[in-house]
């Protein structure tokens, strides 16, 4: 089945609910605004989502996260990785622009700071590979109280410049510099 959280759930209850009244005759379809032609075929799982294509040539991506909430990252080695079966590409922080994934002797800050990228023609061969990519990190102790952050808040939130503009001057311009 496919769920989506992004209206709430009651919604997406709700529509069950009438299908299955549908499907057994005890309802009429709603008329109206709300109803869309590929409301049923959505609701019962009929319909293709995203996840459901797979055109020709489409390729698969795979994260590598970090394996540990807090810490530095000290190595990225993409080898095995790269040399698997059906990778296209393995990227790290050296590859993309800055800021897309956390790079060697930067801090950790999260389970979820992405490392690498693995790419690769099959979802499964993406998978695999991602599980070769070695990272080797600095584990560091979390600050877990109100009294550790007070001492060091800089290892709570990194350092960032906000700027203020005018959005639409810079989109004019090619976006940002």
């Known amino acids: 089945m496919h769920l989506c959280r992004c209206t709430g759930w009651g ?22 605004e709300l ?11 009929q319909h293709p989502y995203v996840d459901d294509l797979c055109p020709p040539g489409l390729a698969f991506a ?3 996260f970090a394996p540990v909430a807090v810490g530095a990252l000290t190595a990225v080695d993409v080898t095995e990785a790269a040399e698997s079966l059906g990778v296209l590409a393995v990227w790290t ?16 800050r999260s389970c979820g700071d992405l490392v690498a990228l693995v790419v690769a023609d099959t979802k ?13 990190v600095e584990a ?3 600050v877990t109280d109100l009294q550790a952050a007070a001492k060091d808040p800089s290892r709570l939130n990194p ?3 906000l700027q203020r503009g005018a959005l639409n ?4 311009e090619g976006g940002p510099s």
């Open 169 to 172: 001057t810079r989109l004019n």
């Open 35 to 45: 109803l869309r032609l590929d409301a049923a075929e959505m609701t019962l799982g």
């Open 93 to 108: 922080a050296a590859e993309l622009p800055a800021g897309a994934l956390v790079g060697v002797g930067e801090a950790l």
């Open 11 to 32: 919604r997406v209850v709700e529509a069950i609910r009438v299908a299955g009244a549908l499907r057994r005759g005890e309802a009429v379809a709603p008329r109206g």
């Open 62 to 64: 795979a994260p590598v």
């Open 124 to 136: 499964e061969r993406a998978g695999l590979a991602a599980d070769r990519v070695k990272v080797t």
């Open 140 to 142: 560091r102790p979390a």
């Open 159 to 161: 350092v960032t410049k």
